[in-house]
């Protein structure tokens, strides 16, 4: 089981900012590693993990930054990568997300560096059979208010993360599809005719939607029929963890109507996905007021604003 204090931030942490920046992201996640899961001095940390300063102020500074203090050392030994971010995952108190977007770093790292076999699996469906979701807990769901600094180097490695991840996700529900279809069409000539029609198109901008893919409930039937999939990934075993929508794919939506689905995919990195569709659009309407639909139809924070200029005073 795992012991893992809550983190300590103390003032010292921000005393080397400009020092802090200038390490690469991925030589954060090394140390932190070497810290929490060998329980390496900080001296001996920074051997390992090619820091210039042997006198462990470096390692130090970093470890600082994160909140992690000496009696964190070591507390995560023998255990892997994906059972802690699974943990830190469910356990949320302040840092942990900081940590998260580290070690999934560097899990997707070792990932891409295994064999061809493992890299083979990520065809394979690993779908939560007992996981049932329910569209009255998601309407419930209330987002959490989490505000940070981030600086420009790690906030391009997180998209780079999330990237990774949202292609993972992509993939799974091509492969769900495919699985699906082969498991309920017993015609070879239908069967092919319904994988054909399974597309990934999410390397195409501006479609508004990452699959298409078929309504399972008519692919058995002489009309089947077809649906486009925005696909939305967290790393979050959390079922309510917030996502992003833009505009463009509110419009499209809007314009197909039901079969507009958002495809959310939970723990992409687990061992059991969980997979569901939301469909937001029951009718279509070619046009409607950006702000109506949001309100209308999601529970929603504004993030970003489109700015013109400023109002006269």
Not at 6 to 26: D, P, V
Not at 88 to 98: E, T, Y
Not at 117 to 122: H, I, L, S, V, Y
Not at 252 to 278: A, C, H, T, W
Request: hydrophobic share 30%.
């Amino acid at each position: 089981m795992i012991n893992f204090p809550k983190l300590k931030f103390t003032i010292n942490a921000t005393k080397k900012q400009s020092e802090f920046e200038k390490i690469s992201f991925k030589t954060k996640a090394e140390v932190v590693y070497s810290h929490l899961f060998e329980g390496l001095s900080t001296r001996k940390n920074e051997l390992k993990n090619g820091l210039n300063d042997s006198d462990g102020w470096a390692a130090w500074n970093i470890l600082q930054h994160y909140g992690i203090q000496n009696e964190h050392k070591k507390s995560f030994s023998g255990c892997d990568l994906p059972t802690v971010i699974n943990y830190l995952n469910k356990r949320s108190s302040k840092g942990d997300k900081s940590l998260v977007d580290l070690l999934s770093f560097l899990n997707n790292d070792f990932k891409d560096q295994g064999t061809k076999e493992d890299t083979g699996q990520r065809n394979i469906i690993k779908i939560d059979s007992d996981f049932k979701y329910n569209i009255e807990d998601f309407n419930l769901a209330m987002k959490k208010n989490l505000k940070s600094f981030i600086i420009e180097e790690d906030f391009q490695r997180l998209n780079e993360i999330k990237k990774k991840n949202g292609t993972k996700g992509e993939e799974f529900v091509v492969a769900y599809y495919h699985s699906e279809i082969k498991s309920q069409i017993s015609s070879s000539e239908k069967r092919e005719y319904l994988l054909r029609g399974v597309e990934y198109v999410g390397d195409k901008h501006g479609l508004g939607y990452d699959v298409i893919g078929w309504d399972l409930n008519t692919i058995d039937s002489d009309n089947p029929q077809k649906i486009f999939i925005e696909v939305k990934s967290t790393t979050s075993q959390n079922i309510h963890e917030p996502f992003y929508i833009s505009k463009n794919e509110l419009d499209v939506g809007l314009s197909m109507g039901e079969s507009y689905r958002i495809g959310r995919i939970i723990d992409v990195n687990g061992d059991k996905i969980k997979y569901f569709e939301i469909t937001p659009f029951k009718t279509k309407a070619e046009q409607r007021d950006f702000k109506t639909v949001i309100e209308d139809i999601f529970i929603n924070e504004p993030m970003v604003y489109k700015v013109y200029g400023l109002k006269q005073s």
